[in-house]
């Protein structure tokens, strides 16, 4: 199920992400608020609370709805206790500072109350009436669980909500296998490049001892940038738009780290190794090859997931590895055919 | 700094995590609490709260301190509406759920917030003098900075807290570079370990094709069972004392995965490719030992670095990716020169 609703929040336009929606606000939200009608006055509103009590022990607002539910305005316990009895509840009662539906993403609800100090979140329908409310103490769990949940799926963990040391082993494996069978069969296209090398390898064996540093390091550059989008998307600091604005930066710290890696790594292999400097110079612009196109796959398929309506962090760094693995070796053997004739 | 102090909540101590204590609780609590005396009337304390107000908008309580200022008590904003004025606060109030000390790790707070589902967690000195209050917005921010941090240093970032659109390309680079810089040094290590075997490599270069496989396969197990422990110790799920429990656990998930991927591998190699019996045997071999170890490497390095006061973050992956693909080149060329004899 996709959605891309926009909410009122104080007047500013929020749109939940393009995302399927898995745990909803629905399953999450306090469906029994107690609730005022706007006319009652500030007295009779105490008295009414002192009959029904406040069954949620994490809620301090009571809220204003009229006759069919249609949330008017909210009324914390606090301005109940510093306002004078005789004055109205609808005069007493602010407007609600944003709304959430209940089909809407847990995870929406609980960037907007960390977002903006909100210690509670009116749930409506579509025609505005109340039907619960999202509290601090829920929105804390969910933020814990959603920061697991994209560990889990940047590691390729399918993810559970069960704590490690009560999960049995078989479901630990089930969670983890589906992606190394998956990962290690795709291995076998950058194995294939390697087979159709394999002339060139026999020809220069001192190239097949620089194979798992360029991989390596691709690996990380390409972590790098798509855990930092990862996050940035899911805390809303990122949102499809910037893509152009994600993509010229990395390519600018794509070619910083790149030139970097590259110098220190050509003054190694010519300074403490014996390395031939036609080699040295092959792996050194690999390296820079490699490590700027990590940057690049590693910043565009985490926003690309995001905008298939995916979740971003399924395309973190098993993915990207295995494609930049690809790139890396077809540019490491380019490059020496290019340079060294093999 | 290092702390291990314990802390009384509902009587079950705990502990808090033996980390350098970055951000502390004194930085983001409130320190103008509004207090009551114990023998004050419920209308008394209402008539207080009028003319002092409720400065802080995410605070629904009030504190019972001494004299002295040693925290007795708590009183909901909820209590004070709904027992009668002449009760007294002493008569009415709770007993605090748990406290915290100023100089604790920020994490700890909003780890407690969220276990036991307050709105707001007392700080007191020593002595139990009430100091501030942390608020459940802060904690919500707390929870969302740590794990960001969290995925930060698994990839091999140095955390920043500012967002990453403004951030500048220099700084972004400062972040990263030296991560990058160490890690590729590391995989010189196996650079050297390649070029020890590459007369091995020379005579079976059939053997080249498949050092992607291993190296990625042995990374991917080592990071799903790093980032699970990193998270769950994170989580307060997993602790010290569990570390052989883990590592039982660990051992069984990684013959469980090591065997599904070999088995999975012999029958590709065999059924779907020319390579020789030999070389598909000595291939799925190293993987089951590259997997097994990889998850064992994966599971007591987060552990291990929490023991000696380190973030355990900064184990993850890529550390753990380097330590693995030496022993996964190590058992490679082992079983070539036992099965191939090269």
Redesign the interface.
Known sequence: MMNSKTYFVNSKTYSAPTEPVRDTVGAIMWDRPVVLPPLARINEA?ER??QV??PH??M?SCYVVAEDYTLLGVL???D???TRGGVRVEAAMTRPFATIQPEDDQELA?QL??AF???ELPVVDKDNRLVGVVT??E???V??EE??E???M????TPSER???DTP??R??AS??P???L???S??F???I??HF?AA??AQ??L??????L???G???G??S???????LS?G??RFG?WL??LW?EL??GL??GA??AA??LL?LTLLTAVSPAVAATVSLT?AVT?LAAKLVGCCLPILAKRLGLDPAVMA??FI??LV?AVS?LAYFGMASLLLGV
Chains 1, 2 share one sequence.
């Open positions: 105490i609370l002192r009590g406040l022990p994490s301090n914390g316990l606090r109940m206790l510093l609980a109350m960390e100090d909100l210690l601090a103490d929105a804390m769990g933020l814990q920061a697991t994209d560990m889990e940047m590691a390729a963990i704590p490690y040391l082993v078989w630990i494996f983890r296998i992606w190394l069978l990962l290690m069969l291995a076998a950058t194995g294939a390697i087979q394999e390898l026999a064996v001192a097949t001892a620089f194979i798992p540093m991989m390596d390091t690996g990380n550059c972590s790098q798509s855990v930092t989008v990862i996050r940035g805390l600091q990122i910037d604005r994600v930066k600018r710290v910083l780290c970097s890696l220190v790594n190694r390296l490590v760094s098993p590895t295995t693995d070796l």
